[in-house]
T-cell receptor, first 113, second 120 residues
Framework: GESVGLHLPTLSVQEGDNSIINCAYS??????FIWYKQESGKGPQFIID?????DKRQGQRVTVLLNKTVKHLSLQIAATQPGDSAVYFC????????????FGAGTRLAVHP | GAVVSQHPSRVICKSGTSVKIECRSL??????MFWYRQFPKQSLMLMAT?????????EQGVEKDKFLINHASLTLSTLTVTSAHPEDSSFYIC????????????????FGPGTRLTVL
């Protein structure tokens, strides 16, 4: 496989705080990025996406920032809630005929009351 | 909208048997379907990509004779794990991308809920 996460870093936050999850992507030619949320025993759920012609995109309580210079992506979650506890993956889109996504290693977000 | 289902959600089988997992797009046409496997506390690993009516494209290191993929229609893909062994135990997840009004973001992959395979 092209992306295997051997480590799963954890971000612990208090309920109500803002969370920032970071991701470094590998391919400078990638032009589309997605953040997914995966709860235990479930498939990944689409959260927000961004194309390379943008550096910021906002959704409901979430913001994605893209820095192409350093190949860095971040997901900001405002007023984090217990239901936000999950593993978050960034994924980059690699052109080449089959819309193949490359997943990052993932970050576990633990929200404490 | 953009719902992908998988069946079964969980399966336990004996070593040497074959297991078929179904992946369906319920409200859109999935021109491309993807199969991933995920080990505990790890990221998703792409196994293969298939377009409807075409042979699947397998990632390096994935045995195509062991993991048979069929994408016979725009709403259904199947993954058959042949002669399963304990090391095949994993969480198998499919995703689909395609066209249709249910897709809020075209070209994005929408994931199924996954199938937990345990081989004894």
């Amino acid at each position: 496989g092209e992306s295997v996460g051997l480590h799963l870093p954890t971000l612990s936050v208090q309920e109500g705080d803002n969370s920032i999850i970071n991701c470094a992507y590998s391919n400078s030619a990638s032009d589309y990025f997605i953040w997914y949320k995966q709860e235990s025993g479930k498939g990944p759920q689409f959260i927000i996406d961004i194309r390379s012609n943008m550096d910021k995109r906002q959704g409901q309580r979430v913001t994605v920032l893209l820095n192409k210079t350093v190949k860095h992506l971040s997901l900001q979650i405002a007023a984090t809630q217990p239901g936000d506890s999950a593993v978050y993956f960034c994924a980059e889109y690699v052109s080449g005929g089959y819309n193949k996504l490359i997943f990052g290693a993932g970050t576990r977000l633990a929200v404490h009351p | 909208g953009a719902v992908v289902s998988q069946h079964p959600s969980r399966v336990i089988c004996k070593s040497g048997t074959s297991v078929k997992i179904e992946c369906r797009s319920l409200d859109f046409q999935a021109t491309t379907m993807f199969w991933y496997r995920q080990f505990p506390k790890q990221s998703l690993m792409l196994m293969a990509t298939s377009n409807e009516g075409s042979k699947a494209t397998y990632e390096q290191g994935v045995e195509k004779d062991k993991f048979l993929i069929n994408h016979a229609s725009l709403t259904l893909s199947t993954l058959t794990v042949t002669s399963a062994h304990p090391e095949d135990s994993s969480f198998y997840i499919c995703s689909a991308s395609g066209t249709g009004s249910a897709l809020t973001v075209p070209d994005t992959q929408y994931f199924g809920p996954g199938t937990r395979l345990t081989v004894l």
